[in-house]
């Protein structure tokens, strides 16, 4: 929200009060409270009649501090909350300053107020003139900070968004909307963001939070909430990479998803028309082409039109519903169904939920209902324990019949006027907090019944912490290269915001798209953590497009599988470190001025760098890091810094290799879950001076981890680990190793 009307004045109708001086301090052992006037004091005059503001420090861990600014103390403490997590935290406390490892925060106690942030005696930002304030007016009660950025400072993340990946002259709304992927609208809001200069900021509250990013103020980043307190965290880096293993442990690192989860999804579509035979055809025209499937997805039709959710299936088109659960677990299928939190009049679970109180109720004791949607729907009231277990009781058993997984769609129309929640949360600060507690009731339904590493969402929506529950997908975007585009910032934008994994509709949702860009798609979708095909009123086999496309999905649904060692071993780096699968260029290479602004390229993991093609034609310009990076697909050679321009056909897209990189590539193209290490092929891309480790994951944490060390002109690779075949291979020349062999040298040149 914006309070200023250019640079000196206020707008029409609010009054803005900000700290002029430091008053006092309170230090305490793990905690530093500062009084700051309002105006300047120079007698006791001016003690009447001004606000006083409160600034409070303290450290939930190391190298990082939070900030609580409030003006009225005695505002009641309404839900819900974030769930911040504590770890160990060495802190130094003086009037002045407050110290939580490297990172500091110091307070100006001189004549003009100013909070400083400082990273190992370095200022990093801070809070200056006029940077904090309170807010009173017409629009209500307000409390902003601004936090500078230096010279050429840039910020990512603020959640899942479709514009420039870039935040800086945006003003953001922290707020989930369905709004598709071609707006200001997001599904994902998330209050976080990093910037190029080294620190993360999290805005501890989960309602909406305005966010005015060199926009308002072009010198700074400002965010506001309404009330009387502000609670913010300062997160020192000093890399973006260091940032987001930071913030997850603050907030929750992703669960390690199944392995098949990283196979193709193949989905009904949306509202065509389908049965048991069209599912058959689909599910075989795929295994006679050689198009290796591992999920099923049945979308919204699998439940009687106006019922959703009563979550049973629609007998008249699926008559035998666990005999057919069965013949495609048979086939080697998982099986993913849609739901979504809201109950339709129709079904026979809204008479239940009104009866026991599981349904939101309006202020006057009704249950809330709209038509949007479902006609008559009621909204599943997650804050009360006994509806939480009820919901789960219905999803329970449909995994015993064989579900593997749940498409947990919507989550975002979550109304704030004129209701009330089971535990007396305020309606505001629920909205965006709504999606954590359904996406979070329906993971623990299924990691309970598969055991833990087995649970799986293609969730939609998704706030602070959400990333606790994957997979999240992109959301309703179009059948064209543009949206292609928008796609891909909006995951970029989404994975700076500590999410580990991520998805989208190969071909785009709405509309038919044209043969060339489902194809360019398709290798866009299967080098991205989780690769699904789903449409709107049309289906995604790609037979229904060219014949063409059906060797492209051939190519790189194989090209996916057998890269399934390097990028299984991402995944878990993303569980235990909270660094995303697909990651922004700036996260890898923070000091390289040119990957700022770059939005459509991203690295697969630390070493493989991804560009996909925009055109039909196959143009396609990207830029190259320092270093000799090597095309994987061709063995080419390309020698960076610099921008390079190619044509790429449809069965090819840059795959370039980070110089150094050794990749474990997998002996299987059919399927994504098998054991990595047994025939496994370690690729060496212009190996570099000195020791680098390579862990293959391995059944029930039976992991090989390979050694490769170059000492001059000689490389000598080295396995600890179960007994497997196992190959090495530099350039073109392959070395075939036996099973009880754990060691080899190479000689260059």
């Known amino acids: 929200m914006k309070f200023t009307d250019g640079y000196w004045r206020k707008r029409d109708g609010l009054t803005v009060v900000h700290p002029a001086h430091h008053l006092d301090s309170a230090p305490g052992p793990d905690s530093l409270t500062v009084y700051a006037a309002t105006r300047r004091i120079h007698d006791r005059g001016d003690t009447l009649d001004a606000p006083l503001i409160t600034v409070t420090l303290t450290a939930p861990m190391d190298d990082v501090i939070r900030v609580t600014v409030e003006h009225f103390q005695g505002v009641a403490a309404k839900g819900p909350d974030f769930r911040i997590g504590e770890g160990p935290a060495e802190i130094a406390v003086s009037p002045s300053t407050f110290t939580s490892g490297a990172l500091t925060a110091r307070v100006n106690t001189g004549d003009n107020w100013g909070l400083d942030f400082l990273a190992d005696g370095k200022r990093i930002t801070g809070s200056g003139w006029k940077g904090m304030g309170v807010v009173s007016g017409d629009a209500g009660d307000f409390v902003h900070e601004q936090l500078d950025l230096g010279v050429g400072e840039v910020v990512y993340g603020l959640g899942e968004r479709f514009g420039p990946l870039i935040k ?23 209050p976080f963001y990093f910037t190029s200069a080294g620190y993360g900021v999290l805005v501890d509250h989960p309602g909406r939070v305005s966010f005015e990013v060199a926009s308002e103020m072009v010198t700074r980043t400002q965010f506001s909430v309404a009330g009387q307190a502000l609670s913010y965290l300062v997160i020192h880096g000093p890399t973006p990479a260091d940032v987001l293993r930071r913030y997850t442990a603050l907030t929750g690192r992703p669960a390690l998803p199944p392995a098949w989860s990283f196979g193709l999804w193949l ?38 039109e106006f019922n959703w959710c009563d979550f049973e299936w629609d007998t008249r088109i699926f008559p035998d519903p666990p005999g057919m659960l069965k013949r495609l677990a048979g086939k080697g299928l998982k099986v993913c169904l849609w739901i979504n939190p809201y109950i339709a009049q129709r079904s026979p679970l809204f008479t239940e939920g009104k009866a026991n109180g599981y349904l939101v109720r309006t202020v006057g004791g009704d249950v809330w ?6 006609a008559g729907m009621g909204l599943v009231d997650f804050t009360n324990p006994e509806a939480r277990e009820w919901y789960a009781s219905k999803l329970r058993p449909l995994v015993e019949m064989g579900v593997d ?9 979550i109304p704030v006027d ?11 600060r629920m909205h965006n907090y709504y999606t954590q507690l359904y ?7 299924l990691k309970e019944a598969r055991g833990e590493g087995e649970a799986v969402l293609f969730a939609r929506s998704a706030t602070v912490g959400g990333q606790q529950f994957p997979v999240h997908w992109g959301g309703d975007n179009t059948g064209t290269f543009e949206s292609m585009a928008e796609s891909l910032r909006g995951g970029l934008s989404l994975m700076s915001s500590g999410f580990g994994f991520w998805s989208h509709d190969i071909g785009g949702f709405e509309g038919l798209p044209d043969p060339a860009v489902f194809k360019r798609w398709v290798a866009f979708g299967l080098l991205s953590s989780h690769s699904r095909l789903h449409g709107s009123k049309s289906y995604r086999v790609p037979w229904n497009f060219d014949e063409e496309s059906v060797d492209v999905l051939r190519t790189f649904t194989h090209l996916k599988y057998r890269l399934m060692p390097y990028i299984f071993g991402a995944a878990r780096e993303a569980h235990l470190s909270g660094l995303p699968v697909m990651r922004p260029l700036i996260v890898e290479f923070p000091d390289d001025p040119a990957v700022a602004y770059l939005d459509r390229q991203y690295m697969l993991g630390g070493d493989l760098l991804v560009a996909p093609v925009f055109s039909a034609g196959g143009e396609v310009s990207y830029y190259v890091p320092a270093g000799r990076w090597t095309h994987y697909l061709s063995g080419e050679v390309v020698e960076g810094p610099g921008w390079v321009r190619e044509t790429h056909d449809f069965s090819s897209v840059p795959l370039l290799v980070r110089p150094g990189a050794v990749i474990p590539v997998g002996a299987r193209q059919d399927r994504p879950d098998y054991d990595y290490r047994d025939g496994i092929t370690l690729r060496l891309f212009e190996p570099a001076p000195g020791r680098t480790a390579v862990i293959v994951p391995g059944p029930s944490g039976a992991d090989t981890v390979f050694t490769v060390e170059r000492d001059g002109t000689e490389i000598r690779i080295g396995r600890a680990g179960d007994a497997l075949p196992w190959r090495v291979q530099l350039g073109t020349g392959v070395i075939e190793l036996a099973a009880d062999q754990d060691s080899c040298t190479l000689t260059l040149g």
């Open 267 to 304: 989905t009904t579509s949306f509202t065509t028309s389908y049965d048991e035979e069209t599912v058959n055809k689909f599910v075989d025209g795929m295994a006679d082409r050689d198009l290796p499937l591992s999920v099923f997805h049945f979308d919204t039709f699998w439940m009687r």
């Open 405 to 413: 997984a749940f498409k947990s769609d919507f989550g975002e129309r």
């Open 168 to 190: 800086n002259g945006q003003s953001i709304d922290i707020w989930n909307e369905d709004g598709g992927t071609s707006s200001e609208q997001s599904y994902k809001n998330v």
């Open 369 to 374: 209902q709209w038509d949007r949607w479902q």
């Open 439 to 445: 996406n979070q009731v329906v993971f623990d339904v």
């Open 418 to 428: 004129g209701i009330v929640w089971h535990d007396g949360s305020d309606p505001e």
